[in-house]
Protein backbone atom coordinates (compact mmCIF):
# COMPACT_ATOMS: atom_id res chain seq x y z
CA UNK A 1 0.00 0.00 0.00
CA UNK A 2 0.81 3.18 -0.97
CA UNK A 3 2.15 5.63 2.31
CA UNK A 4 0.08 8.95 3.13
CA UNK A 5 2.04 9.73 5.56
CA UNK A 6 5.94 9.01 6.84
CA UNK A 7 7.63 9.82 10.28
CA UNK A 8 11.28 9.48 9.99
CA UNK A 9 12.98 9.52 13.68
CA UNK A 10 11.17 12.24 14.74
CA UNK A 11 12.02 13.94 17.85
CA UNK A 12 10.03 16.82 19.41
CA UNK A 13 11.76 19.08 22.17
CA UNK A 14 9.66 21.63 24.16
CA UNK A 15 11.84 24.40 25.44
CA UNK A 16 14.54 26.59 24.88
CA UNK A 17 18.21 25.54 23.62
CA UNK A 18 16.97 22.07 22.36
CA UNK A 19 20.46 20.69 21.16
CA UNK A 20 21.70 20.33 24.15
CA UNK A 21 18.47 17.97 24.87
CA UNK A 22 19.11 16.23 21.70
CA UNK A 23 23.03 15.34 22.65
CA UNK A 24 21.48 14.05 26.07
CA UNK A 25 18.84 11.94 24.36
CA UNK A 26 21.46 10.40 22.12
CA UNK A 27 23.37 9.26 25.20
CA UNK A 28 20.27 7.46 26.44
CA UNK A 29 19.06 9.91 28.71
CA UNK A 30 15.66 9.89 30.24
CA UNK A 31 12.65 12.34 29.90
CA UNK A 32 13.22 13.16 33.43
CA UNK A 33 16.61 13.58 33.18
CA UNK A 34 16.54 16.04 30.00
CA UNK A 35 13.89 18.17 32.16
CA UNK A 36 16.19 18.47 34.60
CA UNK A 37 19.18 18.82 33.25
CA UNK A 38 17.66 21.14 30.74
CA UNK A 39 14.30 21.84 30.95
CA UNK A 40 13.33 20.92 28.15
CA UNK A 41 10.52 18.60 27.82
CA UNK A 42 10.68 15.89 25.72
CA UNK A 43 8.02 15.43 23.60
CA UNK A 44 8.71 12.20 20.89
CA UNK A 45 11.92 10.76 20.68
CA UNK A 46 13.14 8.71 17.77
CA UNK A 47 9.41 8.11 16.43
CA UNK A 48 9.43 6.13 12.99
CA UNK A 49 5.64 4.78 11.60
CA UNK A 50 3.94 4.53 8.40
CA UNK A 51 0.37 5.09 7.52
CA UNK A 52 -0.46 4.09 4.61
CA UNK A 53 -3.73 5.58 2.26
CA UNK A 54 -7.03 4.49 3.60
CA UNK A 55 -5.95 3.05 6.84
CA UNK A 56 -7.12 3.95 9.89
CA UNK A 57 -3.78 3.81 11.90
CA UNK A 58 -4.18 4.40 15.73
CA UNK A 59 -2.09 6.07 18.57
CA UNK A 60 -2.73 4.92 21.49
CA UNK A 61 -0.75 5.59 24.97
CA UNK A 62 -1.20 6.72 28.69
CA UNK A 63 -1.60 10.70 29.33
CA UNK A 64 1.69 11.78 28.29
CA UNK A 65 3.17 9.22 26.02
CA UNK A 66 3.81 11.17 23.00
CA UNK A 67 0.51 10.45 20.71
CA UNK A 68 -1.25 14.10 20.26
CA UNK A 69 2.24 15.49 20.24
CA UNK A 70 3.42 13.11 17.66
CA UNK A 71 -0.22 13.69 15.71
CA UNK A 72 -0.01 17.55 15.94
CA UNK A 73 3.67 17.03 13.94
CA UNK A 74 1.49 16.07 10.49
CA UNK A 75 0.33 19.73 10.09
CA UNK A 76 2.97 21.55 11.99
CA UNK A 77 0.91 22.51 15.26
CA UNK A 78 4.15 21.02 16.75
CA UNK A 79 7.90 21.75 15.85
CA UNK A 80 9.54 18.83 14.85
CA UNK A 81 12.69 19.37 16.25
CA UNK A 82 15.25 16.75 14.45
CA UNK A 83 14.28 14.29 11.59
CA UNK A 84 10.95 14.09 8.96
CA UNK A 85 7.68 14.13 8.73
CA UNK A 86 6.63 13.61 4.91
CA UNK A 87 2.95 14.05 3.73
CA UNK A 88 2.03 12.18 0.64
CA UNK A 89 -0.35 13.93 -1.73
CA UNK A 90 -0.87 11.50 -5.29
CA UNK A 91 2.40 12.35 -6.71
CA UNK A 92 3.04 15.37 -4.85
CA UNK A 93 4.79 15.24 -1.11
CA UNK A 94 6.54 17.38 0.76
CA UNK A 95 8.60 17.16 4.42
CA UNK A 96 6.19 19.18 6.73
CA UNK A 97 9.89 19.99 8.76
CA UNK A 98 12.15 21.35 6.00
CA UNK A 99 8.79 22.82 3.44
CA UNK A 100 8.19 26.39 2.38
CA UNK A 101 5.36 28.12 3.63
CA UNK A 102 3.70 27.95 0.13
CA UNK A 103 4.10 23.91 0.74
CA UNK A 104 2.75 24.14 3.91
CA UNK A 105 -0.57 26.26 2.97
CA UNK A 106 -1.03 23.49 0.75
CA UNK A 107 -0.75 20.78 3.29
CA UNK A 108 -3.11 22.53 5.63
CA UNK A 109 -5.57 23.67 3.03
CA UNK A 110 -5.96 20.63 0.76
CA UNK A 111 -4.06 17.87 2.32
CA UNK A 112 -4.71 17.34 5.83
CA UNK A 113 -8.18 17.99 8.21
CA UNK A 114 -8.03 17.85 11.85
CA UNK A 115 -11.02 16.54 14.41
CA UNK A 116 -10.97 18.21 18.02
CA UNK A 117 -11.35 16.47 21.17
CA UNK A 118 -13.47 19.82 22.08
CA UNK A 119 -15.35 20.27 18.92
CA UNK A 120 -14.13 23.88 18.06
CA UNK A 121 -17.21 25.12 16.94
CA UNK A 122 -17.71 29.01 16.25
CA UNK A 123 -20.85 29.37 18.82
CA UNK A 124 -22.09 32.38 17.02
CA UNK A 125 -22.14 30.78 13.76
CA UNK A 126 -24.87 28.14 12.38
CA UNK A 127 -23.89 24.19 11.67
CA UNK A 128 -23.65 25.06 8.19
CA UNK A 129 -21.32 28.21 8.73
CA UNK A 130 -19.41 25.86 10.95
CA UNK A 131 -19.28 23.30 8.35
CA UNK A 132 -18.15 25.85 5.44
CA UNK A 133 -15.86 27.69 7.88
CA UNK A 134 -12.98 26.02 5.93
CA UNK A 135 -14.04 26.19 2.88
CA UNK A 136 -15.08 30.50 3.43
CA UNK A 137 -11.44 30.74 4.59
CA UNK A 138 -9.96 29.35 1.31
CA UNK A 139 -11.98 31.30 -1.08
CA UNK A 140 -14.16 29.06 -2.39
CA UNK A 141 -17.30 30.27 -3.85
CA UNK A 142 -21.16 31.05 -1.93
CA UNK A 143 -22.58 28.42 -4.37
CA UNK A 144 -19.77 26.39 -4.51
CA UNK A 145 -19.72 25.88 -1.09
CA UNK A 146 -23.14 25.45 -0.02
CA UNK A 147 -23.58 22.67 -1.76
CA UNK A 148 -20.89 21.54 -0.43
CA UNK A 149 -21.62 21.83 3.44
CA UNK A 150 -24.89 20.37 2.65
CA UNK A 151 -23.50 17.06 0.86
CA UNK A 152 -21.65 17.26 3.92
CA UNK A 153 -24.42 17.66 6.48
CA UNK A 154 -26.18 14.76 4.47
CA UNK A 155 -23.88 12.40 5.11
CA UNK A 156 -23.25 13.11 8.45
CA UNK A 157 -27.43 13.15 9.46
CA UNK A 158 -27.74 16.50 10.52
CA UNK A 159 -28.93 17.98 7.17
CA UNK A 160 -32.54 19.10 9.35
CA UNK A 161 -29.88 21.17 11.91
CA UNK A 162 -28.27 23.31 9.18
CA UNK A 163 -29.95 25.86 10.84
CA UNK A 164 -29.33 25.69 14.83
CA UNK A 165 -26.40 26.68 16.66
CA UNK A 166 -23.61 24.69 18.13
CA UNK A 167 -25.58 25.02 21.82
CA UNK A 168 -29.01 23.32 20.62
CA UNK A 169 -27.37 20.24 19.71
CA UNK A 170 -26.05 17.50 21.93
CA UNK A 171 -22.42 16.73 22.83
CA UNK A 172 -22.69 13.84 19.68
CA UNK A 173 -24.29 16.20 17.26
CA UNK A 174 -21.80 18.87 17.66
CA UNK A 175 -18.58 16.24 17.26
CA UNK A 176 -20.61 15.09 13.51
CA UNK A 177 -20.35 19.06 12.90
CA UNK A 178 -16.77 18.81 13.82
CA UNK A 179 -16.87 15.36 10.93
CA UNK A 180 -18.57 17.35 8.65
CA UNK A 181 -16.28 19.71 8.91
CA UNK A 182 -13.41 18.12 8.14
CA UNK A 183 -15.14 16.15 5.43
CA UNK A 184 -16.07 19.63 3.72
CA UNK A 185 -12.11 20.41 2.72
CA UNK A 186 -12.28 17.19 0.98
CA UNK A 187 -8.47 16.48 2.34
CA UNK A 188 -7.02 12.98 2.03
CA UNK A 189 -5.75 13.18 5.34
CA UNK A 190 -7.99 13.36 8.97
CA UNK A 191 -6.17 13.89 12.12
CA UNK A 192 -8.32 12.57 14.61
CA UNK A 193 -7.37 13.74 18.53
CA UNK A 194 -9.15 11.74 20.80
CA UNK A 195 -12.78 13.23 19.27
CA UNK A 196 -14.80 10.89 21.21
CA UNK A 197 -13.19 10.89 24.87
CA UNK A 198 -15.45 13.72 26.18
CA UNK A 199 -18.77 12.06 25.12
CA UNK A 200 -21.14 9.48 27.54
CA UNK A 201 -19.97 6.35 26.47
CA UNK A 202 -23.47 5.31 24.89
CA UNK A 203 -22.23 8.39 22.37
CA UNK A 204 -18.85 7.25 21.58
CA UNK A 205 -19.89 3.86 20.48
CA UNK A 206 -22.27 5.50 18.24
CA UNK A 207 -19.74 7.47 16.67
CA UNK A 208 -17.25 5.18 16.59
CA UNK A 209 -19.64 2.72 14.60
CA UNK A 210 -20.62 6.20 12.25
CA UNK A 211 -17.28 6.32 11.76
CA UNK A 212 -16.80 2.39 10.71
CA UNK A 213 -19.64 3.53 8.38
CA UNK A 214 -18.32 6.75 6.62
CA UNK A 215 -14.87 4.93 6.03
CA UNK A 216 -15.95 2.64 4.21
CA UNK A 217 -17.61 4.86 1.72
CA UNK A 218 -15.09 7.75 2.02
CA UNK A 219 -11.87 5.70 2.47
CA UNK A 220 -9.65 8.42 4.12
CA UNK A 221 -6.48 8.06 6.30
CA UNK A 222 -6.79 8.36 9.31
CA UNK A 223 -4.65 9.06 12.12
CA UNK A 224 -6.72 8.40 15.34
CA UNK A 225 -5.05 9.39 19.11
CA UNK A 226 -7.27 7.38 21.76
CA UNK A 227 -6.22 6.68 25.05
CA UNK A 228 -9.25 3.77 25.24
CA UNK A 229 -7.98 0.62 24.08
CA UNK A 230 -11.36 -0.93 23.46
CA UNK A 231 -11.56 2.18 20.66
CA UNK A 232 -8.37 1.46 19.55
CA UNK A 233 -9.01 -2.51 18.43
CA UNK A 234 -12.72 -1.86 17.11
CA UNK A 235 -11.67 1.02 14.71
CA UNK A 236 -7.78 0.81 14.02
CA UNK A 237 -6.50 -1.29 11.28
CA UNK A 238 -3.04 -0.49 12.94
CA UNK A 239 -2.28 0.57 16.63
CA UNK A 240 0.77 2.27 17.48
CA UNK A 241 1.38 2.43 21.23
CA UNK A 242 3.93 4.45 22.84
CA UNK A 243 5.57 5.05 26.60
CA UNK A 244 7.14 8.89 27.62
CA UNK A 245 7.81 9.85 23.92
CA UNK A 246 8.55 6.20 22.38
CA UNK A 247 7.06 4.46 19.96
CA UNK A 248 6.88 0.44 22.13
CA UNK A 249 4.85 -1.13 19.33
CA UNK A 250 3.12 -1.01 16.28
CA UNK A 251 1.18 -3.84 14.65
CA UNK A 252 -2.51 -4.70 13.68
CA UNK A 253 -4.83 -5.28 16.76
CA UNK A 254 -4.15 -9.02 16.32
CA UNK A 255 -0.57 -8.67 16.32
CA UNK A 256 -0.46 -6.11 19.67
CA UNK A 257 -3.12 -8.57 21.62
CA UNK A 258 -1.17 -12.23 20.80
CA UNK A 259 2.28 -10.72 20.56
CA UNK A 260 2.93 -7.65 22.75
CA UNK A 261 6.62 -6.20 22.89
CA UNK A 262 7.07 -5.77 26.33
CA UNK A 263 5.91 -5.74 29.97
CA UNK A 264 4.24 -2.61 29.17
CA UNK A 265 2.13 -3.86 26.21
CA UNK A 266 1.07 -6.54 28.06
CA UNK A 267 -0.19 -4.53 30.86
CA UNK A 268 -2.11 -2.27 28.35
CA UNK A 269 -3.71 -5.09 27.11
CA UNK A 270 -4.35 -7.17 30.34
CA UNK A 271 -7.81 -6.48 30.42
CA UNK A 272 -8.74 -6.35 26.72
CA UNK A 273 -11.78 -8.59 25.61
CA UNK A 274 -10.36 -11.11 23.13
CA UNK A 275 -13.70 -11.33 21.42
CA UNK A 276 -13.49 -7.90 20.14
CA UNK A 277 -10.51 -8.60 18.02
CA UNK A 278 -9.74 -12.62 17.61
CA UNK A 279 -11.14 -14.04 14.39
CA UNK A 280 -11.03 -17.69 12.91
CA UNK A 281 -7.31 -17.16 11.35
CA UNK A 282 -5.54 -16.58 14.51
CA UNK A 283 -6.60 -19.61 16.31
CA UNK A 284 -7.36 -22.03 14.16
CA UNK A 285 -4.84 -25.50 13.77
CA UNK A 286 -3.92 -25.85 10.35
CA UNK A 287 -4.92 -28.90 8.08
CA UNK A 288 -1.52 -30.16 8.00
CA UNK A 289 -1.75 -30.17 11.94
CA UNK A 290 -4.82 -32.45 12.31
CA UNK A 291 -4.56 -36.12 12.24
CA UNK A 292 -5.14 -37.76 9.12
CA UNK A 293 -7.09 -40.68 8.41
CA UNK A 294 -7.29 -43.02 5.18
CA UNK A 295 -8.90 -42.08 1.89
CA UNK A 296 -8.24 -38.29 2.18
CA UNK A 297 -10.37 -38.00 5.82
CA UNK A 298 -9.46 -35.23 7.98
CA UNK A 299 -9.72 -35.21 11.69
CA UNK A 300 -11.27 -31.64 13.07
CA UNK A 301 -10.81 -32.22 16.49
CA UNK A 302 -8.85 -33.96 19.01
CA UNK A 303 -11.90 -36.03 20.53
CA UNK A 304 -12.27 -37.45 16.60
CA UNK A 305 -16.14 -37.07 16.44
CA UNK A 306 -16.20 -34.79 13.66
CA UNK A 307 -13.91 -35.64 10.35
CA UNK A 308 -13.75 -34.18 6.51
CA UNK A 309 -13.48 -35.69 3.43
CA UNK A 310 -10.91 -34.03 1.21
CA UNK A 311 -10.54 -34.07 -2.68
CA UNK A 312 -6.76 -33.37 -3.94
CA UNK A 313 -7.77 -29.52 -3.92
CA UNK A 314 -8.66 -29.21 -0.61
CA UNK A 315 -12.52 -29.50 -1.50
CA UNK A 316 -14.53 -31.01 1.27
CA UNK A 317 -16.15 -33.65 -0.42
CA UNK A 318 -17.70 -35.64 2.65
CA UNK A 319 -18.42 -35.01 6.39
CA UNK A 320 -19.04 -36.99 9.46
CA UNK A 321 -19.97 -36.29 12.90
CA UNK A 322 -20.42 -39.17 15.75
CA UNK A 323 -20.08 -41.44 12.59
CA UNK A 324 -23.10 -40.35 11.33
CA UNK A 325 -23.06 -38.15 7.62
CA UNK A 326 -23.19 -34.28 8.14
CA UNK A 327 -23.70 -31.37 6.27
CA UNK A 328 -21.64 -27.88 6.21
CA UNK A 329 -22.96 -24.70 6.72
CA UNK A 330 -21.57 -21.22 6.90
CA UNK A 331 -21.39 -19.82 10.72
CA UNK A 332 -22.81 -16.51 9.00
CA UNK A 333 -26.44 -18.16 9.03
CA UNK A 334 -26.26 -19.83 11.87
CA UNK A 335 -29.63 -19.52 13.38
CA UNK A 336 -31.20 -19.41 17.60
CA UNK A 337 -31.51 -23.44 17.58
CA UNK A 338 -29.58 -26.71 17.32
CA UNK A 339 -29.54 -28.17 13.57
CA UNK A 340 -31.87 -30.61 13.13
CA UNK A 341 -29.03 -32.23 11.50
CA UNK A 342 -25.66 -33.52 12.27
CA UNK A 343 -23.70 -30.17 11.18
CA UNK A 344 -20.31 -28.85 11.10
CA UNK A 345 -20.11 -25.04 10.27
CA UNK A 346 -17.69 -23.18 8.57
CA UNK A 347 -16.01 -20.14 8.95
CA UNK A 348 -13.63 -17.87 6.86
CA UNK A 349 -9.95 -16.22 8.00
CA UNK A 350 -11.67 -12.90 9.05
CA UNK A 351 -14.72 -14.16 10.36
CA UNK A 352 -14.85 -13.22 14.35
CA UNK A 353 -14.12 -15.72 17.24
CA UNK A 354 -17.74 -14.36 18.66
CA UNK A 355 -19.22 -15.55 15.79
CA UNK A 356 -17.06 -19.33 15.64
CA UNK A 357 -18.11 -19.68 19.58
CA UNK A 358 -22.02 -19.19 18.93
CA UNK A 359 -21.39 -22.17 16.22
CA UNK A 360 -20.12 -24.15 18.50
CA UNK A 361 -22.79 -23.98 21.17
CA UNK A 362 -25.46 -24.38 18.24
CA UNK A 363 -23.70 -27.63 17.51
CA UNK A 364 -23.36 -28.65 21.17
CA UNK A 365 -19.06 -28.17 21.16
CA UNK A 366 -18.83 -29.47 18.06
CA UNK A 367 -15.37 -28.24 16.13
CA UNK A 368 -16.05 -25.44 13.29
CA UNK A 369 -14.07 -25.79 10.27
CA UNK A 370 -12.13 -22.95 8.54
CA UNK A 371 -12.03 -22.31 4.75
CA UNK A 372 -10.46 -19.66 2.39
CA UNK A 373 -12.48 -17.73 0.21
CA UNK A 374 -12.84 -20.17 -3.04
CA UNK A 375 -14.08 -22.75 -0.32
CA UNK A 376 -10.92 -24.82 0.35
CA UNK A 377 -10.48 -26.25 3.82
CA UNK A 378 -7.76 -24.45 5.86
CA UNK A 379 -8.16 -25.96 9.35
CA UNK A 380 -10.36 -26.52 12.65
CA UNK A 381 -11.46 -24.80 15.53
CA UNK A 382 -11.68 -26.83 18.65
CA UNK A 383 -13.72 -25.74 21.98
CA UNK A 384 -9.66 -26.29 23.43
CA UNK A 385 -8.31 -23.65 20.87
CA UNK A 386 -11.29 -21.22 21.85
CA UNK A 387 -10.48 -21.49 25.68
CA UNK A 388 -6.62 -21.03 25.12
CA UNK A 389 -7.49 -17.77 23.09
CA UNK A 390 -10.06 -16.43 25.15
CA UNK A 391 -7.36 -17.57 28.57
CA UNK A 392 -4.19 -16.07 26.21
CA UNK A 393 -2.36 -19.50 26.86
Known sequence: MKPAVEFKHVDIIFGEEPANAL???????????ILEKTGNVLGCADCSMTVAEGEISVLMGLSGSGKSTLLRAVNRLNTVTRGEVIVHDGDWSADVVSCSEQELRKIRRECVAMVFQQFALLPWRTVA??????????GVPEKEREECVARQLELVHLEQWADKYAHELSGGMQQRVGLARAFATEAPILLMDEPFSALDPLIRTKLQDELLQLQADLKKTILFVSHDLEEALKIGNRITIMEGGYIVQSGTPEEIVLEPANDYVRDFISNVNPLSVLTAWNIMRDRRDLD???DGWVWLDRRKTTRFRLDDKHMVIGAERNGKP????????????????????????????????????????????VFDDQSRFLGAIGVRDVLGSVLRR
Do not use: Y
Not at 23 to 32: P, Q
Not at 336 to 358: H, I, N, S, Y
Open 23 to 33: SLLDKGASRDE
Open 292 to 294: QGE
Open 129 to 138: ENVGFGLELA
Open 326 to 369: ASWDSCDGIGDTAPEEPTVFWAQAGTPLKTVMLAMHRSQTAPVA
